[in-house]
């Protein structure tokens, strides 16, 4: 299944050629109307109500208003457990339907996730990037109709950070997740203190339409 998904990705890395580097993550703007999506300038709590946050019935169907959604999910230079990839499945079908607001002029919207190894990470970390170094979350978003773009999520520094901050492997894989997504949707952490801030808290929105109730990647780094 892994070797399959890794020729998905293959195609992404030639795609995405043209990328900027932003944070912790290789980032190219996103299409207009993805930027600033208005389901994330809503105003309430983190996690707060708002109906176009609610995930319709039948996470990953469709419907005559709502994008058809899905997410494929693989690895790279490790064996993950099966367990922990529809976990991880799951966690992007649910973030993609909070943000149906933002992909409603779609009629599929897919996302793809790449857990790896260190090695794997530290050599896209220095082709795209300049940095010979390995790091937590690398996103690469692409122009196309229906795929958002690639987010690849290194396990080795997933753990170690979430031993760091005190929770569990998966808490932490969820943190990246969504700060990768993010990125795919225009936010940029390092732009302005502004949109730092925004991006914090779009961050503790979607973490909590998954029950987290813990920092973002953006607030932990202070």
Same mark, same amino acid.
């Given at each position: 299944?892994?070797?399959?998904?890794?020729?998905?990705?293959?195609?992404? @890395?030639?795609?995405?050629?043209?990328?900027?580097?932003?944070?912790?993550?290789?980032?190219?703007?996103?299409?207009?109307?993805? /930027? /600033?999506?208005?389901? +994330?300038?809503?105003?309430?709590? *983190?996690?707060?109500?708002?109906?176009? %946050?609610?995930?319709?019935?039948?996470?990953?169907?469709?419907?005559?208003?709502?994008?058809? +959604?899905?997410?494929?999910?693989?690895?790279?230079?490790?064996?993950? =457990?099966?367990?922990? %990839?529809?976990? @991880?499945?799951?966690?992007? @079908?649910? %973030?993609?339907?909070?943000?149906? &607001?933002? $992909?409603?002029?779609?009629?599929? &919207?897919?996302?793809?996730? *790449?857990?790896?190894?260190?090695?794997?990470?530290?050599?896209?970390? &220095?082709?795209?990037?300049?940095?010979?170094?390995? *790091?937590?979350?690398?996103?690469?978003?692409?122009?196309?109709?229906?795929?958002?773009? #690639?987010?690849?999520?290194?396990?080795?520094? &997933?753990?170690?950070?979430?031993?760091? /901050?005190?929770?569990?492997?998966? #808490? =932490?894989?969820?943190?990246?997740?969504?700060?990768?997504? @993010?990125?795919?949707?225009?936010?940029?952490?390092? *732009?302005?203190?502004?949109?730092?801030?925004?991006?914090? =808290?779009?961050?503790?929105?979607?973490?909590?339409? $998954?029950?987290?109730?813990?920092?973002?990647?953006?607030?932990?780094?202070?």
């Amino acid at each position: 299944f892994c070797d399959e998904r890794m020729a998905v990705f293959a195609l992404l @890395l030639v795609q995405s050629a043209r990328c900027l580097a932003v944070g912790s993550a290789v980032f190219r703007p996103a299409p207009p109307a993805l /930027r /600033r999506s208005p389901w +994330l300038a809503m105003s309430g709590g *983190t996690g707060g109500g708002s109906s176009n %946050l609610e995930p319709s019935a039948g996470t990953g169907g469709s419907s005559s208003s709502a994008a058809a +959604l899905s997410v494929l999910v693989g690895c790279q230079g490790l064996d993950a =457990e099966d367990s922990l %990839l529809q976990a @991880l499945e799951a966690d992007g @079908l649910a %973030l993609l339907a909070a943000a149906a &607001a933002a $992909l409603e002029d779609r009629p599929r &919207a897919e996302l793809s996730l *790449t857990l790896c190894d260190s090695d794997f990470i530290r050599g896209l970390n &220095a082709q795209w990037r300049g940095k010979d170094c390995a *790091t937590d979350v690398l996103s690469f978003p692409q122009d196309d109709a229906e795929m958002l773009g #690639d987010v690849v999520l290194c396990v080795d520094v &997933a753990d170690r950070q979430a031993a760091e /901050r005190g929770h569990e492997r998966r #808490d =932490e894989l969820r943190v990246l997740l969504v700060h990768g997504l @993010l990125h795919l949707l225009g936010y940029d952490h390092e *732009t302005s203190d502004v949109d730092a801030a925004e991006m914090s =808290e779009a961050e503790g929105r979607l973490l909590g339409r $998954l029950g987290w109730r813990g920092e973002g990647l953006v607030a932990a780094a202070g």
